[in-house]
Nanobody, 128 residues
Framework: QVQLIESGGGLVQAGGSLRLSCAAS????????MGWFRQAPGKEREFVAA????????YYGDSVKGRFTMSRDNAKNTVYLQMNSLKSEDTAVYYC?????????????????????WGQGTQVTVSS
C-alpha cells in the first residue's frame, strides 16, 4: 500500500506554532483528496482537516477552524498542516490519510472511512 510519512511533531508551548508534513510515495498523489486526523488518549479519532485532490478547497474541523491551515504540493507529493495558536487541547497523535479513490467528487470530508491509507502518526504535545 502507499506509504505516508508524517514529520514535524514535537513539544510546543501554548500559543506557539508547528508545521506538520506528510510525504507520500505515490506517483498518482495529485489525484487524491488528503486528510489529517488526530487522536488523544481515551478519545475518539477526530477529523482535523482535508484538502480536495484539485487543491482548491479545504475543510476543517470546528475545533481548529481559524487556527490550522492545510495545503499541498503535488510536485513534492507532500501535504502540510500549519498549526497556529496551539492549545493544550490540541495535544494528540496526528495522522495523515489518503482517500480510497481517485478524483473523488465528495465535497465535505470528515469520516475516517473515506480514507484508505494512513501514516504512523506524529506526536504533538502542547504545554500550558
Amino acid at each position: 500500500q502507499v506509504q505516508l510519512i508524517e514529520s514535524g511533531g514535537g513539544l510546543v508551548q501554548a500559543g506557539g506554532s508547528l508545521r506538520l508534513s506528510c510525504a507520500a510515495s505515490d506517483r498518482t498523489f495529485s489525484r487524491y483528496t488528503m486528510g489529517w486526523f488526530r487522536q488523544a488518549p481515551g478519545k475518539e479519532r477526530e477529523f482535523v482537516a482535508a484538502i480536495h485532490w484539485s487543491g482548491g478547497t479545504t475543510y476543517y474541523g470546528d475545533s481548529v477552524k481559524g487556527r490550522f491551515t492545510m495545503s499541498r504540493d503535488n510536485a513534492k507529493n507532500t501535504v502540510y498542516l500549519q498549526m497556529n495558536s496551539l492549545k493544550s487541547e490540541d495535544t494528540a497523535v496526528y495522522y495523515c490519510a489518503k482517500a480510497r479513490i481517485a478524483f473523488s467528487t465528495t465535497q465535505t470530508i470528515s469520516a475516517a472511512s473515506f480514507f484508505g491509507s494512513w501514516g504512523q502518526g506524529t506526536q504533538v504535545t502542547v504545554s500550558s
